[in-house]
């Protein structure tokens, strides 16, 4: 898959709202209809999703009668290498969002385990993904640093070609994360990064400059964002 070479405020895959509101609002309908396309041509919908405040807002705005939600797979992106119950995981994260607002029909939440070696963690993970023959969409946030799941501008991570990868010098702790491949997030028809607020303005200007960054490399069919992140 190769990366276009532009990302201008005038590209047809950047979706631009005057208000973080608007962003959640508009990514909650959009998951809605492609979940809701898939379900009606088979049996599960499979997706993959990151932790993180822009991901949590917006997976407020569904809504529990829409559709079934029982149907949908959501495979994290990426897992914070703490006890299973620690509230740092982004799995207990997704959690708490769908139960709050689709109650205990919101589906299956897979992640990495932590109650063995990480080694063994990482290639169980692996096995998991890499059943899935195409994901139908993976949602991402994105970091003050540009980056996204756990693959930080210009590292190692970013080139694996298997799945999954142990991340041990994450420079938020904890140090040791569970992240996707590059090559892993890519394995999806709709690949969705969401952002907002002040804080983003840097990384949204590299990314539109550098097509090396996380987000280009990653070549989303869809970046959603508001005014604040954008000027």
């Known amino acids: 898959m190769a990366i276009k070479e532009s990302f201008s405020e005038t590209d047809s895959r950047l979706k631009l709202f005057a208000?973080?509101?608007?962003?959640?609002?508009?990514?909650?309908?959009y998951l809605t209809e492609?979940?809701?396309?898939?379900?009606?041509?088979?049996?599960?919908?499979?997706?993959?999703?990151?932790?993180?405040?822009?991901?949590?807002?917006?997976?407020?705005?569904?809504?529990?009668?829409?559709?079934?939600?029982?149907r949908v797979n959501w495979f994290l992106a990426d897992e914070r290498c703490v006890a299973k119950d620690d509230l740092q995981r982004n799995d207990l994260q997704i959690r708490q969002v769908l139960q709050k607002?689709?109650?205990n029909t919101y589906g299956n939440v897979t992640s990495s385990r932590t109650d063995k070696s990480l080694e063994e963690a990482v290639k169980e993970y692996a096995t998991?993904?890499?059943?899935?023959?195409?994901?139908d969409f993976c949602l991402l946030g994105m970091g003050d640093d540009g980056h996204i799941a756990s693959l930080l501008p210009g590292h190692r991570a970013l080139k694996v070609s298997d799945s999954c990868y142990l991340v041990s010098d994450s420079p938020n702790p904890p140090s040791q994360r569970i992240?996707?491949?590059?090559?892993?997030?890519?394995?999806?028809?709709?690949?969705i990064v969401v952002t907002a607020g002040a804080t983003k303005k840097q990384a949204v200007l590299e990314f539109r400059n550098d097509p090396q960054t996380p987000v280009r490399i990653f070549d989303p069919s869809l970046v959603v964002l508001d005014h604040g992140a954008s000027k």
Request: glycine share 4%; charged share 25%; hydrophobic share 40%.
């Open 179 to 191: 992240t996707l491949s590059m090559s892993a997030l890519r394995n999806t028809k709709n690949r």
């Open 19 to 29: 208000t973080e509101s608007e962003v959640f609002q508009f990514t909650a309908k």
């Open 34 to 70: 492609i979940i809701e396309t898939t379900v009606n041509a088979r049996e599960d919908c499979n997706v993959i999703i990151a932790g993180g405040r822009s991901i949590t807002k917006s997976l407020e705005y569904l809504s529990p009668m829409s559709i079934d939600w029982r």
């Open 101 to 103: 607002t689709l109650g």
């Open 128 to 135: 998991r993904i890499d059943q899935v023959n195409m994901f």
